[in-house]
């Protein structure tokens, strides 16, 4: 059964964009989730913010709504355009989210532990410090999307 193109794939056959075309072939899982991941942690920075400089929430707080968005964000972008993972069912379906839910709370509790340090013990800026905890958490979670929640079978 042949694949249907998506829209990145169509956007690549673009006259303009043909000669990227190989590259992005090779690349397409990673760039898709360098792009997709660069929305989410967008989502994570600026959503953290408000939450935490205008409505002057605690930090660790203001992480776990931001997270709540950023996660609810990344596993649509995440199972449709990135892994290209379509479960058959709805087992299938439950226990994707259950392991793609299950492995950000990982990251989450990594972020917060990142952010409880530099915010409250090294006394840094909290933006600074949530972005910092971004790169590792964008990092973490690329490894655990890819070997544990969309992995071939």
């Not at 933006?127 to 905890?133: D, E, P, R």
Request: with cysteine; proline share 1%; hydrophobic share 55%.
């Amino acid at each position: 059964m042949k694949k249907e193109k998506d829209i990145f794939d169509r956007i690549m056959e673009w006259k303009i964009l043909r000669i990227f075309n190989p590259f992005y072939k090779k690349y397409k899982e990673v760039l898709l989730y360098l792009f997709f991941g660069g929305l989410t942690t967008v989502i994570s920075i600026g959503s953290y913010a408000f939450f935490d400089i205008c409505m002057h929430m605690d930090p660790m707080i203001a992480n776990i709504f931001s997270w709540i968005l950023a996660v609810l964000f990344a596993y649509g972008t995440n199972r449709i355009w990135v892994f290209e993972h379509i479960a058959q069912d709805i087992k299938g379906i439950i226990q994707e989210m259950i392991s793609f839910f299950g492995g950000r709370v990982v990251t989450l509790f990594m972020e917060e532990a990142v952010l409880y340090v530099g915010i409250n013990i090294l006394f840094m800026n909290s933006i600074i410090v949530k972005v910092f905890a971004q790169v590792l958490v964008v990092i973490a979670n690329y490894i655990i999307s890819k070997l544990i929640v969309f992995k071939n079978e």
